[in-house]
């Protein structure tokens, strides 16, 4: 029985936080061993040139990062596609033919494009790259077939609008050479890690995160200033759970679930400092990340090596995209020239 095949991807503008592991990463790693899937795990640089036009650096010292990422979290070049998506030839033709089948209207009423246009402040300045960007999503998913996307909670709008692009395009060519992709999500209350400043979000521009690959003490610094209850000034004070972001971190975290319910019990009815509280989620955390950061300060050694595992990646997709390129123009009837 032929493999479901699934496609994810980052934007390479900096380097990758916990946010996104638990958000996504672990989710690819256990889709790609679990062996029913054929994986493909794109690092989505001309996504990335939609708002970082003028700074191409950025993206291309962003790229080797979330590569490393990738690695450090368990993604196997052995088992999982890694591709750059600048390097295949056919997304921009697809992309281009989607245009056709979509308004600016639709665009525009993007639940995900529209927070983040505001998050980015454009205003009435928004680059067109960015308003379509799900276009070129579309056609990322699109061009290898994919059936299963893991992604964040907050990316169905992104998959609907997909799912009506690619049925706009089977309708109106006659076909059924485009496949509807379905979201893969993470367990409920799993889906967003909070910033360790309180903000609902952990991102890049708040540089609110704790990031894949902070050594130690970055990670240990970074959890001791996180936020938990402002009315907990005494520890002899009952405390709250509820938006203490130390808890939300234990209950992803710890696996002794247990363990968190009496601490939790213990901090609301006073008698646990907050330093101590902090000191257990170190422990806890450093478990998890430990051998990730061991894993890409060993990747990182050999940089040659990491755009080789790209390259050939990269290679192989380009592969797979043209032979549905290829089945997309002939639905069209422009294979003018085809044998």
Known sequence: MAKEIYLTGDRPTGRLHIGHYIGSLRNRVAMQNSGDYQPFVMIADTQAFTDNARDPEKIRRSLTEVALDYLAVGIDPSKTTILVQSQIHGLPELTEYFMNLVSVARLQRNPTVKA????????ESIPAGFLTYPVSQAADIAIFKATKVPVGDDQEPMLEQTRELVRSFNN????????????????????????????AKMSKSLNNGIYIGDDADTLAKKVKSMYTDPTHINIDDPGHVEGNV?????????????????????????????MKLKKHLIEVMEVHMKPIRE????????????????????????EVAEATMEQVRHAMGIDYFAK
Request: glycine share 12%; proline share 7%; no cysteine.
């Open 172 to 199: 109106a060519y006659q076909t059924d050479v485009l496949v509807e992709p379905q979201g893969v999500f993470p367990p409920k209350g799993e889906g967003r890690l909070p910033g360790i400043d309180g903000n």
């Open 295 to 318: 894993r890409r300060e060993a990747y990182a050694k050999d940089i040659p090596a990491v755009m080789d595992i790209l390259k050939k990646g990269s290679d192989h997709a380009n």
């Open 246 to 274: 130390v808890f939300t971190y234990l209950d992803i975290f710890d696996p002794d679930k247990q363990r968190v319910q009496d601490l939790k019990e213990h901090y609301q009815a006073g008698g646990l400092g907050d």
């Open 116 to 123: 983040e246009i505001q998050q980015k402040g454009f205003g």
